[in-house]
């Protein structure tokens, strides 16, 4: 659906990405996603009410994306897809300059989307930008995962 051209564009123009749902628990998908994503160089914000003002990956988590002080470049969304429309109303309204709406795996809301894409958003539903970036920055390894261990019984 979308074209390697248009993920590899989405991920070489953001900077800055705030990440809705995010957890503090280092198992939890949401957790090594944004990690993963500030280890290569992305200011990572973080977004989560029960974990505002605490600190995650260098920065301030934020209760809500308008309580952000900053621009930032695209919305990473955790969350269930009956959650995006009020978070998409949210980043459109903070940024009219956005230049992405992320859905994580198994998010989507098409109504949503072509809101955000009707103001020349680009929406990528359903996919995980962790696992595009090593399949098209070429750092997938071991059944598709980095895991940053090599193996001397290879």
Not at 126 to 129: D, G, I, K, L, T
């Given at each position: 659906?979308?074209?390697?051209q248009?993920l590899?564009s989405?991920?070489t123009?953001?900077?800055v990405v705030?990440v809705v749902?995010?957890?503090k628990?280092p198992?939890?998908p949401?957790?090594?996603?944004?990690?993963?994503?500030?280890?290569?160089?992305?200011?990572?914000?973080?977004?989560n009410?029960?974990?505002?003002?605490?600190?995650?990956f260098?920065e301030t988590?934020?209760a809500?994306l308008?309580?952000?002080?900053f621009?930032v470049d695209?919305?990473?969304?955790?969350?269930?897809?009956?959650a995006?429309p009020?978070?998409?109303?949210?980043?459109?309204?903070?940024?009219?300059?956005?230049?992405?709406i992320?859905?994580?795996?198994?998010?989507?809301?098409?109504?949503?989307?072509?809101q955000?894409e009707?103001?020349?958003v680009?929406?990528?539903e359903?996919?995980?930008?962790k696992?595009?970036?090593?399949?098209?920055?070429g750092?997938?390894?071991?059944?598709?995962f980095?895991?940053g261990?090599?193996s001397?019984k290879l």
């Open positions: 659906m979308y074209s390697d248009v590899k989405v991920l123009r953001a900077s705030a749902g995010v957890s628990n198992v939890r949401s957790y090594f996603v944004a990690r993963y994503l500030s280890l290569k160089g992305f200011r990572v914000v973080p977004v009410p029960g974990l505002a003002g605490q600190t995650l260098g988590v934020y809500r308008s309580d952000i002080p621009d695209m919305v990473d969304i955790f969350r269930r897809s009956e995006v009020a978070i998409v109303e949210e980043a459109l309204a903070r940024w009219p300059q956005l230049q992405t992320w859905m994580q795996i198994g998010v989507e809301h098409a109504q949503a989307a072509a955000a009707a103001r020349g680009t929406v990528i359903n996919r995980c930008p696992i595009e970036y090593q399949r098209l920055f750092e997938l390894r071991m059944g598709g980095n895991t261990v090599v001397s």
